[in-house]
Every structure is written in C-alpha cells, then in structure tokens.
C-alpha cells in the first residue's frame, strides 16, 4: 500500500471550509484514497474516497490532482461535531494488503 | 439499531488468560474485519473475512484467531494473552469482499494487567 503524508494537525473556524491535504506520491494506478474520520473513543468512520475523479457525497468533496499525487478532503461547513482524526489512506480496493491508518491530521473545529 | 456491535466494550483481564470479543453487524455485509489500535492510536488492520476466504496479516500472532459461526458474526480468540495485547479493538464490515466503505464498531478496550 502506497505510503501517504498528512500534516499532524488543523484548525478551522466552526462554519468555514475545512480543507485537508493528503500526499500520497508513490500511488499505484489501481490504488484508491480513502478517508476515514475518527471521532475521540469511536470507531473510525467512512467519509469517501475516489480513484482519479473527483468525488461529493452528503458529507465531503474529494478532489484528486491530475497526477494522483495529491488530494484534499473538504468539509464544506464544518461544525464542532467535525472536530476529529481525519486519516487518508490509500490501498487496492481489495481485501488483500495490510490496509494500515497512518497518522492522519487532528482537525479542530473552533466557534 | 446499532448496525455493528462489539461486546464487551471493556475487557480487564491477567496475563495468560483466554478471552473473546463479539461482533456483530446488522448491515447484510458479506465481509467482516478485526483491526487492533494501540496507545499511540495507530490503527492496524489483524483479519478480513468472509465466507470464502480469511485473510490474515502475517504480523498478527497465531494467539488470535478469528471464528465466524455466521455471516453476521465474527468474534475475536486471543489465547495467552500478553501486556503487549492491550488496545482498543474495533470490528467492521463491509459490502462485499472490497476494502471500500467499512462500518466500525464502538470498540472494545481491552486492558491485560
């Protein structure tokens, strides 16, 4: 699985975009990112992810540089609930590999 | 309705001891997953599985072992457990045998003293 870099921390003002940055340069063609948000003392939970397209759902924007090097994940309008460990992991949409969290970046959501 | 559950969500237990942590999910998943966090949060994939293959991370010692006594099930086996086994460990499920979308559970802490 292709090795990603997040930076280990963020704020952002409550109501504001939030915009987290993924490095993730030794990608494969069949790897996908994923993003997973972990609340404190909760299981991680799935937000979205994408393979070179970029990706909305209900809860965030995907946006993937052309070279696939590069995301950034966007919550729109955070809120204070957003505040959480936001991870990005990128791996084959397969059962195979070792699928480890990284780091990821702590996001602090301030009213 | 919880959709993946885990019980107990706290497990104190001696060194050496044989436990078990359930799961279950609610979901119609197909495919089921153990994952250990440590104290430095790091997340850490042990097992996948469904009803045709098991899929273990080569790093995790054989004292774990996965049972699926139904689709909708997937328990956790630690033999002699050790210090080093204390953890947080989460169970998840799946769709279907992709990595892509997986619904955690709440956890189980687990501490060995």
């Known amino acids: 699985d292709a090795k990603t870099t997040q930076p280990p921390s963020m704020d952002c003002a409550e109501g504001r975009a939030a915009n987290l940055p993924c490095n993730h340069s030794?990608?494969?063609?069949?790897?996908?990112v994923y993003w997973y948000r972990q609340i404190h003392s909760q299981g991680p939970q799935y937000i979205i992810h994408g393979l070179k397209n970029n990706e909305t759902n209900e809860m965030a924007s995907l946006i993937i540089t052309e070279d696939r090097k590069s995301s950034t994940l966007i919550l729109p309008h955070a809120t204070l609930r957003d505040t959480a460990v936001y991870y990005c992991i990128v791996r084959a949409n397969t059962n195979a590999g070792k699928s480890t969290f990284g780091d990821g970046t702590t996001l602090t959501v301030k009213p | 309705d919880t959709a993946v559950s885990q019980t107990p969500k706290y497990l104190v237990t001696q060194m050496g001891n044989d436990k078990s942590i359930k799961c279950e999910q609610n979901?119609?998943?197909?495919?089921m997953y153990w994952y250990k966090q440590d104290s430095k949060k790091f997340l850490k994939i042990m097992f996948s599985?469904?009803?045709?293959?098991?899929?273990i991370n080569e790093t995790v010692p054989n004292r774990f072992s996965p049972k699926s006594p139904d689709k909708a099930h997937l328990n956790l086996h630690i033999n002699s457990l050790e210090l080093g086994d204390s953890a947080v460990y989460f169970c998840?499920?799946?769709?279907?045998?992709?990595?892509?979308?997986?619904?955690f559970g709440p956890g189980t802490r687990l501490t060995v003293t």
């Open positions: 030794t990608i494969s063609g069949n790897e996908y």
């Open positions: 599985y469904n009803n045709k293959e098991l899929i």
């Open positions: 979901l119609g998943h197909d495919t």
């Open positions: 998840a499920s799946s769709q279907a045998s992709v990595w892509a979308e997986q619904y």
